[in-house]
């Protein structure tokens, strides 16, 4: 593997592990671990910690699933590896 190729792949992984750490922090942390805490908080009538655990999780999934690919794109693009037409 080129020295290109290595250091692609290593921002390529390193980007994944950070959305997966900031995925399991709120799927899990906050709607596990510290919904008690939360739960002393409310929206729209709604406790924080309750709303995490049944949708926040999942709306902070879908935005990092835009991330991702935001990041992804800007990344294929720096390493010439894109498949647009530009």
């Known amino acids: 593997m080129d020295e290109q190729s290595a250091a692609y792949w290593k921002r390529n ?11 399991f922090i709120v799927s899990y942390g906050f709607g596990i671990l ?8 409310e929206i729209a009538g709604f406790q924080l910690g309750f709303w995490f655990a049944q949708q926040g999780s999942i709306y902070v999934f ?3 699933i835009f991330v991702y690919v935001s990041k992804m794109n800007k990344l294929d693009r720096e390493f010439d590896v894109h498949e647009d037409d530009d």
């Open 13 to 23: 992984v390193k980007l994944v592990a950070t959305l997966i750490v900031i995925w």
């Open 34 to 41: 510290f919904v008690d805490a939360l739960n002393s908080i």
């Open 62 to 64: 879908v935005a990092l």
